[in-house]
């Protein structure tokens, strides 16, 4: 796919990925869409972007009665949406006893429900204009689960269940869609991640930190797009490759692997 002059809406476009994609996107020609809840920092990336190719709207990814206002505000202006990049996430570091189940229902509603529901009501759109592209920033924890991220990983495991089912569902529609798998990006979801009681853990996880930056990252998103991949993966390090071998030839040997991980 093309990216100039495409309507492109970016979840989660405060920072990290969202706000590097949004960057890029507009210097590739793209008309960008930046969401997020933080709207100070929205018009600031705004500003830096241009307003004119630049559409501001603030958005809760658990607040599901809001989305389609948000659409409805998109397609008055620009009468379309090409490309849907659900990036919006949090993570968590809490054992499951630590976890009660509004820690779990947070991150479920942001990482997986929100997303999920979000892309239902654009899908009928895309479908309208026989077009479009619905991407879903996963983890690599959708591949594999390590201990202290139980509910992180099982929202993006279900996204991986819900973009395999949705690309047979579109595909003869013209409709594409792809899974970010990220390793390490230094983003600040570690910093971000909640703990057992639901407080932001403001610990910035090592690996993070030497992982790849947001706008390499950024790059190898666009480059799925106009490629078209189903999947694709960054920010790899050798520990991940050897488990998500393991996860899938040897998955009993990974499990006693993780019982025995020290994991922060």
């Known amino acids: 796919m093309i990216i100039e002059n495409k309507v492109i809406w970016i979840t989660g476009a405060s920072s990290g990925i969202g706000e590097a994609l949004a960057h890029q996107a507009a210097r590739e020609g793209a008309k960008v869409v930046i969401s997020a809840r933080n709207k100070e920092k929205l018009q600031t990336i705004a500003n830096q972007i241009s307003r004119e190719n630049c559409l501001i709207l603030p958005l809760d990814m658990t607040d599901k009665d809001s989305f389609q206002k948000a659409i409805d505000t998109i397609l008055e202006k620009w009468g379309r949406i090409d490309i849907l990049v659900n990036n919006a996430g949090v993570s968590q570091r809490a054992t499951v006893a630590e976890s009660g189940i509004k820690i779990i229902e947070k991150v479920m509603n942001t990482n997986f429900m929100g997303p999920a529901g979000l892309t239902s009501l654009v899908i009928p759109h895309m479908i309208r204009q026989k077009s479009g592209y619905c991407l879903f920033v996963s ?3 959708g591949k594999f689960a390590t201990p202290l991220r139980s509910s992180y990983a099982a929202s993006k495991m279900a996204l991986q269940g ?3 089912a ?3 569902e579109v595909y003869e529609h013209n409709i594409r869609v792809s899974l970010i798998v990220p390793g390490f990006v230094k983003t600040s979801i570690s910093l971000n991640s909640l703990d057992g009681e ?3 853990r403001n610990i910035m996880d090592p690996n993070q930190a030497r992982g790849i930056s947001p706008e390499q990252a950024a790059i190898k ?3 799925c797009i106009k490629k078209e991949k189903r999947e694709i993966y960054m920010g790899m390090v ?3 490759y050897i488990a998500l071998f393991l996860s899938k ?3 009993g040997r990974l499990a006693k692997i993780m ?3 020290e994991v922060k």
């Open 249 to 251: 030839y040897f998955p």
């Open 166 to 168: 949705l690309r047979a």
């Open 198 to 200: 639901g407080n932001r």
């Open 259 to 261: 019982r025995k991980a």
């Open 238 to 240: 050798a520990k991940t």
């Open 162 to 164: 819900f973009s395999d």
């Open 139 to 141: 983890s690599i924890a």
């Open 221 to 223: 998103i666009l480059h």
